[in-house]
């Protein structure tokens, strides 16, 4: 999703463009009404107004400012400590049992 400002801007001009022209096809509403669509991951500008409507709406509550929701960072937990990372062997050097080459690797 854009930002909630974005949005808003994006959800604004389409409303006062069909207001001001009706259903009538201008390329600027095709425009607003595409990257609105793409913006909220739909086909249908009735469902891209509801689904941006919601969001603009979710993000007022979430946090209680204009900049919108406040994103949570998360933690990926730590691989294995690199002594533990098995290493590419040397030229001339075996692989462990087990293991092949990749298709195409010369040995």
Known sequence: MP???????????????????GASSSQ???DL???LCVSTGTREITDAL????????E???????????????????AGPPPSAVPSCPEDGERLP???RPAAGLIV
Request: glycine share 8%; with cysteine.
């Open 33 to 35: 009404a595409y990257t």
């Open 50 to 57: 509801t689904v941006a409507q919601s969001y603009l709406a």
């Open 3 to 21: 930002l909630p400002t974005t949005l808003r801007q994006l959800v604004t001009e389409y409303e006062a463009l069909t207001a001001e022209h």
């Open 97 to 99: 049992d087990g293991l």
């Open 59 to 77: 993000s007022a509550v979430g946090c209680g400012s204009v900049a919108g929701p406040v994103l949570q960072r998360r933690t990926v937990p």
């Open 28 to 30: 600027r509403l095709a």
